[in-house]
């Protein structure tokens, strides 16, 4: 038997008021609302967690670079020290000054990687809003503010 109330479709009808909604409406609504805020949070943690990806990503890169400064470093201050007996000052020296600015540079790679990577913050924004539920659960949404 099909009463105004209980129509055949699950929709409820855009004319009926609010307090005319039987329970079963009211609690279909209420699962169709908590359906639509967890896929939206869903979708901002996904949205998160690939800006700090990106970010990590990036920091490690130059991390990696960093590395690659710190082999040339090792490589260039193993041949300034067998240059060092060679001809002149020059062999040596020059040797030298190039493993230092070697070093410079890895130093400053390293500071700019791990700057990078001190910036990525996780998912603050879902963790907030995911906290705000149980009192927007409870009608206490000003609790939120």
Same mark, same amino acid.
């Given at each position: 038997?099909?009463?105004?109330?209980?129509?055949?479709?699950?929709?409820?009808?855009?004319?009926?008021?609010?307090?005319?909604? &039987? =329970?079963?409406?009211? $609690?279909? @609504?209420?699962?169709?609302?908590?359906?639509?805020?967890?896929?939206?949070? %869903?979708?901002? /943690?996904?949205?998160?967690?690939?800006?700090?990806?990106?970010?990590?990503?990036?920091?490690?890169?130059?991390?990696?670079?960093?590395?690659?400064?710190?082999?040339?470093?090792?490589?260039?201050?193993?041949? &300034? =020290?067998?240059?060092? $007996?060679? @001809?002149?000052?020059?062999?040596?020296?020059?040797?030298?000054?190039?493993? %230092?600015?070697? /070093?410079?540079?890895?130093?400053?790679?390293?500071?700019?990687?791990?700057?990078?990577?001190?910036?990525?913050?996780?998912?603050?924004?879902?963790?907030?809003?995911?906290?705000?539920?149980?009192?927007?659960?409870?009608?206490?949404?000003?609790?939120?503010?």
């Amino acid at each position: 038997m099909t009463t105004p109330y209980t129509s055949g479709s699950s929709s409820i009808e855009p004319e009926r008021r609010q307090d005319d909604l &039987s =329970l079963g409406d009211r $609690l279909s @609504n209420v699962t169709r609302d908590l359906s639509t805020l967890m896929r939206q949070e %869903v979708a901002l /943690a996904k949205a998160e967690v690939s800006e700090s990806a990106s970010r990590a990503g990036k920091g490690a890169g130059l991390l990696a670079g960093a590395a690659v400064a710190g082999f040339f470093t090792l490589m260039f201050l193993s041949i &300034s =020290l067998w240059r060092a $007996l060679g @001809n002149e000052i020059g062999y040596g020296w020059s040797a030298l000054i190039v493993a %230092v600015i070697w /070093a410079i540079i890895a130093a400053v790679l390293a500071a700019v990687g791990k700057k990078a990577l001190n910036q990525v913050r996780g998912v603050p924004e879902t963790t907030d809003s995911l906290g705000k539920i149980p009192n927007a659960l409870k009608g206490q949404e000003e609790k939120n503010l």
